[in-house]
């Protein structure tokens, strides 16, 4: 095999994530890569917390956020918590996360979703679910976030590296297999300031779900319009993942306008497929 296409999609992930909506790479990266992806989770964590002291607070029914110029922190939903649990975007706050945004475990996969040979990124962003704090999120898609930023929704594959071992118990992710396929669904009508981001219950079958409970160093792959979510974190263990959102070259970031294309060794001697 072409050693520049070692971690080319394969036929049988295409048609999973065509029909499914998501597919599953266990265990793609080494404990040492593991350890520095930890350390860089941290970093982030610490400057994210350090400039959200000088921050732009607010709260959306009740749960604080504060913007640093386009980063965005989210913080646990207890009244007063110090604890993060969203950073996005995450990697201009680390460089080894920036570093990933080029890694070709992830790339050449994405090239291949996205059928084409240049890529950029969209979004990059740090999920935290400290032991036994970490708060879920409700069921809902990526893509009623993104609709009114973008004209091509569509072309927004997402990848989740499981930074910590995934379980039932910690919060792992659990998807509704199918889902993406009715595009973007309606939002809740709660009268909450962040319902509508929360896809409504009558529109898709719960029963269905499935959770994805995956070693450390695991990359999952799924659709923008894939309805999914996690439960709260009831284990002494952390789980940290990171979400890269993928894109065609050519267009800008979600928050911060700029433009971040892969690199292009990463990607040369692809073609689109």
Not at 31 to 46: F, M, Q, T, Y
Not at 60 to 84: C, M, N, W, Y
């Amino acid at each position: 095999m072409n050693e520049r296409m070692e971690f080319a999609l394969t036929a049988e992930e295409s048609a999973r994530y065509r029909e499914q909506g998501f597919f599953v790479r266990e265990a793609r990266f080494p404990p040492e890569a593991l350890d520095a992806l930890r350390l860089s989770a941290e970093n982030a964590v610490g400057r994210a917390a350090a400039l959200s002291e000088v921050g732009r607070g607010y709260l959306l029914d009740g749960k604080r956020f504060v913007d640093i110029e386009h980063v965005t922190v989210q913080f646990e939903h207890a009244p007063g918590s110090p604890l993060i649990r969203v950073i996005e975007p995450v990697h201009e706050l680390d460089s080894g996360f920036d570093a990933l945004v080029d890694d070709p475990r992830i790339v050449q996969p994405m090239c291949g979703l996205l059928g084409a040979s240049r890529i950029a990124l969209w979004t990059a962003k740090l999920n935290l679910k400290r032991p036994r704090h970490g708060s879920g999120f409700g069921w809902h898609q990526d893509s009623p976030y993104w609709i009114h930023s973008c004209g091509h929704v569509d072309q927004l594959p997402n990848v989740m590296l499981a930074i910590d071992a995934a379980s039932r118990t910690n919060g792992c992710l659990r998807v509704v297999p199918g889902s993406h396929a009715q595009g973007c669904l309606p939002g809740t009508s709660d009268g909450t300031q962040l319902g509508g981001f929360f896809t409504s219950p009558a529109c898709f079958d719960a029963s269905r779900q499935l959770l994805i409970e995956v070693p450390a160093g695991s990359l999952i792959f799924f659709d923008p319009h894939l309805v999914h979510g996690s439960q709260p974190n009831r284990s002494p263990l952390p789980r940290r993942a990171i979400v890269l959102t993928y894109q065609p070259a050519g267009f800008p970031m979600l928050k911060s306008g700029g433009y971040r294309h892969v690199s292009a060794e990463t990607v040369s001697g692809l073609t689109p497929p």
